[in-house]
Nanobody
Framework: QAQLVESGGGLVQAGGSLRLSCAASARTFGRYAMGWFRQAAGKEREFVAGISWGDSSAYYTDSVKGRFTISRDNAKNTVYLQMNSLKPEDTAVYYC????????????????WGQGTQVTVSS
């Protein structure tokens, strides 16, 4: 069973950058597609970015395209989310998730979840 631990959240000014990391314990990490979701206060959890396990192809929600980059290092069992040009509306708890089904964007299609890390962007 996969265990996911996020890190790298914090407080940053608008226009700044943060890099989130998600370390996975499962030996089968390389066979999971990974995703990042976020949930702002009072809102539903939404898909941010995903990356397949095969060719590491990446996919994003429109609001973060060109600003966020997802990547993975299978040797380290870690997936990253580089977030640039942050905006106050990016403020949320960010969650790492894993699924055996690539290309998924719905939270109910992901099997394993981390505990989340807070990202706060001040204006």
């Amino acid at each position: 069973q996969a265990q996911l631990v996020e890190s790298g959240g914090g407080l940053v000014q608008a226009g700044g950058s943060l890099r989130l990391s998600c370390a996975a314990s499962a030996r089968t990490f390389g066979r999971y597609a990974m995703g990042w979701f976020r949930q702002a206060a009072g809102k539903e959890r939404e898909f941010v970015a995903g990356i397949s396990w095969g060719d590491s192809s990446a996919y994003y929600t429109d609001s973060v395209k060109g600003r966020f980059t997802i990547s993975r290092d299978n040797a380290k069992n870690t997936v990253y989310l580089q977030m640039n040009s942050l905006k106050p509306e990016d403020t949320a708890v960010y969650y790492c998730a894993a699924t055996v089904l690539p290309g998924r964007r719905s939270f109910n299609e992901y099997e394993y979840w981390g505990q989340g890390t807070q990202v706060t962007v001040s204006s």
